[in-house]
């Protein structure tokens, strides 16, 4: 009896050994198969796994490889937007006036909307931020207040972000387009609009059938050709430089459905003024002179004109719901707009460097080396930014036992049955999140550098070693 009491303890040992050591000794197979891949020939691979719990590792391979991180860096960015802001965090977007309102309804002075930085003004993406929604508050405010005619200008004030939209580090073959949109005070529809192309036969030249909404304020010459099937999208635009004049350069595949490219609106705040000049146009109250952005009274060597009196407040949805599509769609803006934002709160200038700089500060007093933390952007976009597999999986399993947690994981896309943050540049292909293997909570990042070849290929190859955890 005391025999056999004795070898079922044994095996219950063997079997609890069994279970914890598995995993670490597939992942590293699995690891080590892709590292060998063909495609990894002159890659740098990492992986990095935690206890989400407890933060004990779990599983490292070249942990402290500094790496670009493509969009995965938006998870660090958003963490350290909820830790600093707050999940109820509301930008408020003034509306107001300079000057007078005479006893007929005339207004003297300028109708100004002054922007504070909120990413979601005039998106299509939530109920009370759509762009006619934002137009209409705006104009009950102006009849609400008797005005019935505008001695003066319409004014996009963007001037609190300052004039740099554009972190360093972007490539110009990016900022031109809607995921390279620049930031701004005041944003507008997310920074983009559409254009329509005009597609026919191979090699033929592409035309453009109009922009969606209009914008007349510009010019623009395509020089897209057409492509054959299965080659894909890869029309870019390209920002006016000191002109009104848009480029559109490169191929569209004559298989592809939408027809149309997203580009990037060169000055938001001139956007939102035109728009809300040509909506009162239609409602007949007159405007006496063409609207204005800082960004153009400051070329112009004019003053911005302050609100005098303010009709309106208009605020973001909360920041829970701003991060919530932020992570889902990764969206860049949303990102950039975060990190001047952190800066602002801090009581730093808003700009791209002091967000890069308070996220430093904020994660150093956690015991994270800003050196394995080295970013010039929020989003991911710049091929400079480089990050450690250990960094992110460290700052991922911070945020486990935050009252917001909830929040942050919900706004991670689900990618091969895990919660995890995709990120993609050229050659670049990263993955960030959570998974539970055998009840046990797990926090993961893995990104591969310099592969050659398909990025679906790889893809599917890193999805073999993320498999592992389930």
Avoid at 53 to 73: C, H, I, R, Y
Wanted: with cysteine.
């Amino acid at each position: 009896m005391k025999i056999k009491q004795i070898s079922l303890l044994s095996l219950l040992f063997i079997a609890g050994n069994a279970f914890a050591q598995p995993l670490e000794q597939k992942l590293q197979t699995a690891f080590n198969r892709l590292q060998a891949d063909s495609q990894c020939r002159y890659a740098s691979v990492s992986l990095t796994v935690l206890d989400a719990k407890t933060g004990e590792q779990v599983f490292a391979a070249n942990p402290n490889m500094g790496l670009a991180t493509a969009s995965t860096l938006k998870t660090v960015t958003t963490i350290t937007a909820f830790n600093l802001l707050g999940k109820d965090f509301q930008y408020q977007t003034q509306f107001g006036y300079s000057g007078l309102i005479s006893a007929d309804g005339t207004l003297n002075g300028d109708v100004i909307i002054k922007g504070a930085g909120d990413p979601t003004l005039g998106s299509w993406r939530y109920e009370t931020t759509h762009e006619n929604y934002i137009l209409n508050l705006m104009v009950s405010a102006l009849q609400k207040a008797g005005i019935k005619k505008i001695n003066g200008r319409i004014i996009g004030d963007d001037s609190i972000f300052g004039s740099q939209s554009i972190p360093d580090g972007w490539i110009w073959m990016d900022v031109g387009n809607y995921y390279g949109a620049g930031t701004s005070g005041l944003t507008w529809r997310e920074n983009q609009f559409d254009i329509k192309l005009a597609t026919g036969r191979v090699d033929s030249p592409i035309g453009i059938l109009r922009e969606v909404p209009a914008v007349p304020y510009l010019d623009f010459k395509s020089e897209l050709i057409n492509a054959p099937s299965g080659t894909g999208d890869n029309a870019y635009a390209f920002l006016p430089v000191d002109s009104k004049l848009m480029y559109l350069r490169g191929t569209y595949a004559e298989d592809q459905s939408k027809k149309s490219i997203s580009v990037a609106v060169p000055d938001p705040a001139y956007d939102a003024a035109f728009r809300l000049n040509d909506t009162l146009k239609r409602l007949g109250i007159l405007v006496s002179n063409d609207p204005e952005s800082t960004k153009i009274l400051t070329e112009k060597s004019l003053p911005g004109p302050q609100i005098a009196t303010n009709l309106t407040t208009i605020l973001s949805p909360h920041l829970s719901q701003i991060i919530y599509w932020l992570n889902q769609k990764s969206i860049n803006l949303y990102a950039e707009q975060l990190l001047k934002t952190m800066a602002w709160k801090a009581g730093k200038q808003p700009t791209t460097e002091n967000g890069v700089k308070v996220e430093h500060e904020f994660w150093k007093a956690r015991g994270i080396d800003p050196h394995s933390l080295n970013i010039v952007d929020g989003s991911g976009l710049s091929p400079g930014d480089r990050v450690t597999t250990l960094t992110m999986a460290t700052i991922l399993q911070s945020a486990k036992t935050a009252d917001w947690f909830p929040d942050f994981y919900e706004s991670l896309p689900t990618y091969n049955n895990m919660k995890m943050k995709s990120g993609s540049i050229l050659n670049v292909l990263t993955y960030a999140g959570y998974q539970t293997y055998h009840g046990r909570e797990l926090c993961f990042s893995i990104m591969v550098n310099n592969f050659n070849g398909s990025s679906r290929e790889v893809k599917e190859k890193m999805f073999r070693v993320l498999d592992e955890l389930k």
